[in-house]
């Protein structure tokens, strides 16, 4: 479904990508794991056209989507929860969620559906946004993702700084979506969730992949964790 290759990327001057290759599957879930810094959500940026493609090629289905505008990419079926949520704090859980929503492909991701993922939203439709918890406010954020029926789904640091039980919560939402057959590009840094869900990680070095692998690859080379991943 996607396929960067040698992608290259940065702010200004300063380079943060350095031949990134990715490639995704669809109905896959797949995992993007590095150390802060390491040009985890510089990858998400530049897939999502918020970044300028330097060098090398990103393909979404066949199609060479580089140099496209961040709404050009949305609308072939990306669906982005980003790092910090961002979510409307003006606007009430209602407003946030209908905002985006779409359906061009004969999703099945309606409003009820995400009330249905998630009851605490509804209970708060009336809210201000601005209001929620930190869990709540990111079960908003992939709830509206949700609403444009994305053909992918990305979320980066999807359990960064929540509670225990809302990381339990998030975890078992994404089982869900992974069950239901939905594609997904994950950032996060909780191992053990992630190996009971993730098909495929990438670890990232300096801006570079250098290793990639199954879950239980993974689990087979520890000292992978150790080098990449330690702090």
Known sequence: MLHA?????????????????????????????????????TTVRTLM???????????????????LRPH???????????????????????ENLVATSRNDYG?????????????????????????????????????????????????????????PVIRQEIWGCLNRLKAEGQTILLIDKNLKEMHHLVDRHYLIEKGRIVWNGTSQELQEQPELVTQYLGI
């Open 5 to 41: 290759e040698n992608l290259q990327s940065g702010y200004g001057a300063a380079q943060v990508l350095f031949g990134v290759n990715l490639d995704i599957q669809a109905h896959q879930v797949v995992s993007l794991l590095g150390r802060n810094g390491m040009g985890k959500t």
């Open 49 to 67: 056209g918020m970044l300028p493609v330097k060098g090398g090629s990103i393909s979404f289905d066949g199609q060479v989507i580089s140099g």
């Open 72 to 94: 050009r990419i949305a609308k072939l079926g990306f669906g982005l929860v980003p790092e910090g949520r961002r979510i409307f704090p003006s606007l009430s859980v209602y």
């Open 107 to 163: 999703g099945s991701w309606t409003l009820d559906a995400v009330y249905e993922l998630f009851p605490r939203l509804k209970e708060r439709r009336n809210q201000s946004a601005r209001t929620l918890s930190g869990g709540e406010q990111q079960m908003l954020a992939i709830g509206r993702a949700l609403l444009t029926n994305p053909r992918l789904l990305i979320l980066d640091e999807a359990t960064e700084g929540l509670a």
